[in-house]
Each structure stands twice: as structure tokens, then as C-alpha cells.
């Protein structure tokens, strides 16, 4: 599976989802390549944290790799790894649209105070734009970053609904400190110590969440063929 992490809008998490979903994948037995697609190089310095933390023990591979040959390194390693997670960052550039071109799933994290409705529009812009290149590629949305009070995360939530091009998740990961604290260690919030039972638990609905639409869309096209 070729899953990228991206979307227009910078400050929603997109390296924070990526990276978890790597070492998440990784802990399921699954061979993991991280392509860092983004120039602010955010995954690669998760990265060199972990390996620091860990001892070099990693646990995935990672690259880092930008522009228009994307997809097409993308293609070669996909047939050597069995999952590819991209992060290609919060633009709307070469990069992403390259990644876009041969992924099966475009996961798309929205923070609920920065989700303005043209964000949405610009996004599924994109993916008006990338799909008769990508005729099967996946789009799901989901909210990241989401404060416990205020009414921000069920307007997000009825927003990403109504959206024809995205298919949205309501599985809300929280704005907590743990997933930071994680991160600037280089480990997925499965891995910290001491454990923050309640982000492990929605990390982990959120990703039950996306295999369930990738399993339902199996099923689909079974029946359509």
C-alpha cells in the first residue's frame, strides 16, 4: 500500500500522522519505507531523533526524495517494501502531485481553528485535478488536533461531510502534548513512555477507521469486476 500524508494547508500534523502511521505499520510486522517529500524535511529529522533514541534501530527505512521523478522511485520501491508512507507537507506542489499520481490512499488531516472552506475547496481542487491520473486513488479526511471544548470540531466534522471528493473519518485525534513530546524523540505515541492511553487509543480507532474504508472499497470493486 502507497499511502501519502498531505493537503494545502500548513499546521494540521501531516509529518505527526505520517510518522505514526509508519511506526504503527511497522508494529504490525509490515517491511516500511518513510518518504520524506517535504523540504521542510520534517520526517527526516523525526528520523535522526529515532535514531538517536533507538540506537539506529529504526525499525523502517527512510528517504528522502522531491520533485517530478517522485512517482517513479516511488513505483520502484513499492515493489520492495509492502507499505510506502509519504509526507509531501502542507503545499500544493510538484511533489505532492507526483505522490498523488501513484498512491492508493491520500490521507488528508484537518485542525479544526485552521480549517477555513476554501482549504476544503483547494483540496478537493487537487483532487479533481490528480484523479483521471489516479483513477482509484482513495481520499480520506479526518480531524487532528482537536480541542476537548468549543463546538470546532463537530463544525470541522459537518463541514468534511458534505465533501464529495473526500471521504471523511470520524475518528478525531486530540491536541495533546504527548503526541509533541513523542515526536521530539522520534518515537509514534504507541512506543513513548509513560503511555498516554487515551492518544494510543484514538491513533488506534483512526487507523481501524482506515483500513475499514480500504476494505470496504476491496470489496467493491470485487463486486464491480
Not at 463541514?159 to 513523542?182: K, M, Q, W, Y
Request: aromatic content about 6%; charged content about 25%; overall charge neutral.
Amino acid at each position: 500500500m502507497i499511502y501519502t500524508v498531505g493537503g494545502i494547508k500548513g499546521g494540521s500534523g501531516k509529518t505527526t500522522i505520517a510518522t505514526n502511521l509508519t511506526v504503527y505499520l511497522t508494529r504490525q510486522g509490515r517491511d516500511v519505507i518513510l518518504v520524506d517529500a517535504d523540504d521542510q524535511e520534517s520526517a527526516t529529522d523525526f528520523t535522526s531523533f529515532r535514531h538517536q533514541s533507538l540506537g539506529g534501530e529504526l525499525g523502517y527505512t527512510a528517504v528522502k526524495i522531491t520533485g517530478s521523478e517522485l512517482n517513479a522511485n516511488v513505483a520502484r520501491l513499492a515493489k520492495k517494501y509492502d507499505d510506502v508512507v509519504i509526507d509531501t507537507g502542507g503545499r500544493d506542489t510538484v511533489s505532492q502531485r507526483s505522490a498523488l499520481s501513484v498512491s492508493q490512499v491520500y490521507l488528508v488531516p484537518f485542525a479544526p481553528r485552521s480549517l477555513d472552506i476554501w482549504t476544503l475547496r483547494k483540496v478537493e481542487a487537487l483532487i479533481a485535478e490528480m484523479t483521471p491520473f489516479n483513477p482509484g486513488l482513495l481520499c480520506l479526511t479526518f480531524i487532528n488536533k482537536a480541542d476537548a471544548r468549543g463546538t470546532y470540531k463537530e463544525d470541522t466534522a459537518d463541514l468534511l461531510r458534505e465533501s464529495t471528493l473526500v471521504h471523511f473519518i470520524d475518528t478525531p485525534l486530540g491536541n495533546r502534548i504527548s503526541f509533541a513530546n513523542a515526536s521530539a524523540l522520534g518515537l509514534g505515541i504507541i512506543e513513548v513512555k509513560p503511555t498516554d492511553d487515551k492518544a494510543i487509543a484514538e491513533l488506534t480507532k483512526l487507523y481501524e477507521g482506515i483500513h475499514k474504508v480500504l476494505k470496504d472499497s476491496s470489496k467493491k470493486k470485487a463486486k464491480t469486476t
